[in-house]
């Protein structure tokens, strides 16, 4: 079974609709990332949690919302949909640690999202 | 200037080549490099970690200059399974928990 999940795996919306994807993850991780993708600008981070009360945002949060549920659980919310939100979106997760390479991150298979 | 920056490619090599991709990077506090691999489509997954040393994994082999601020990944034999983009990936320092990840090197092996 896969460590970290995403549903839905791809979604098609409409302008202006509510849209929510989900992440769950069996690592054990504290950390939780939302990136989206897009052609020639790379993995932009959105928001990111270290732990179920400490929410941050990223790079890009206009637009977005994040809910921490659960240590194992980080959803992300498109609260109006808008075409430019069409990308690849990527949940991912770390550990903590102070050594060499323990902020490694593990992604998820995405979400195709689609905004017409 | 970017603050993870690589040259996008495409490298386009036959099977049994090998290939050396560079990556440089802006913040000389970053403590953590690593390199991913991502498919077409397809999420990134950590190819490997790079250490101060340099390190080796079969046919790959990463290294690090810090003095330079580079980072390089050398692939000897090359399968057309490698066919992939390879991310060059920097932490950002404090102990932040953030990566910064490059655009990504697109490698196309050819029978």
């Known amino acids: 079974d896969a460590d970290v999940t995403q549903t839905p795996r791809n979604r098609i919306t409409k302008t202006g609709k509510r849209i929510m994807l989900e992440c769950s993850q069996t690592k054990g991780h504290d950390r939780m990332y939302w990136y989206r993708q897009d052609p020639g600008l790379g993995l932009r981070l959105i928001y990111y949690?270290?732990?179920?009360?400490?929410?941050n945002k990223g790079e890009i949060s206009d637009g977005y919302s994040v809910s921490r549920q659960a240590q194992a659980k980080f959803s992300l919310s498109l609260e109006s949909a808008i075409p430019n939100q069409t990308a690849l979106y990527f949940c991912a997760t770390s550990d903590f640690g102070q050594g060499v390479g323990t902020d490694t991150q593990y992604f998820g298979p995405g979400t195709r999202l689609t905004v017409l | 200037r970017k603050e993870v920056e690589q040259d996008p490619g495409p490298f386009n090599v036959p099977e049994g080549a090998t290939v050396a991709f560079n990556c440089t990077y802006s913040?000389?506090?970053?403590?953590?490099f690593f390199w991913y691999r991502q498919d077409c489509r397809k999420e990134p997954k950590l190819l490997m970690s790079v250490y101060s040393s340099g390190n080796e994994d079969g046919r790959f082999t990463a290294q690090l200059n810090r003095a330079s601020q580079y980072i390089s990944l050398l692939i000897r034999d090359s399968k057309l399974s490698d066919s992939a983009t390879y991310l060059c990936?920097?932490?950002?320092?404090?102990?932040?928990?953030?990566?910064?990840f490059g655009q990504g090197t697109t490698l196309q092996v050819k029978p």
């Open positions: 913040n000389s506090a970053s403590q953590s």
């Open positions: 949690s270290f732990d179920v009360k400490d929410i």
């Open positions: 990936v920097v932490n950002r320092p404090s102990n932040t928990g953030k990566l910064i």
